[in-house]
Nanobody
Framework: QVQLVESGGGLVQAGGSLRLSCTASGTTFSIDAIDWYRQAPGKQRELVASMTNSGNTNYLESVKGRFTIARTNAQNTVYLQMNSLEPEDTAVYYC?????????WGQGTQVTVSS
């Protein structure tokens, strides 16, 4: 079992920055990759960024160059640094991980970007 807790969301003006945090607890040795997803109202949940234990990263095309994912293994914490935020980034952001045969989700944190 793994528990994921996000924090760091909020309201920011366009062009601003936020840093989201995701702290994992439980059987964290089983975690290979941590993902950040987001879901905007009326839209499907989409993968924003992911990072493996080996440091490989992957980003949604629309956030490349603006968002950075990083993790501290010792503290089991993953960060999503979001710069140059746009109103289109408004969504609930979730951290997630897949451990065979189940995907785990945090409770989500709201990010609202005003124009």
């Amino acid at each position: 079992q793994v528990q994921l807790v996000e924090s760091g969301g909020g309201l920011v003006q366009a062009g601003g920055s936020l840093r989201l945090s995701c702290t994992a607890s439980g059987t964290t040795f089983s975690i290979d990759a941590i993902d950040w997803y987001r879901q905007a109202p009326g839209k499907q949940r989409e993968l924003v960024a992911s990072m493996t234990n080996s440091g490989n990263t992957n980003y949604l095309e629309s956030v490349k160059g603006r968002f950075t994912i990083a993790r501290t293994n010792a503290q089991n914490t993953v960060y999503l640094q979001m710069n140059s935020l746009e109103p289109e980034d408004t969504a609930v952001y979730y951290c997630s991980t897949y451990i065979p045969h189940r995907r785990y989700w945090g409770q989500g944190t709201q990010v609202t970007v005003s124009s």
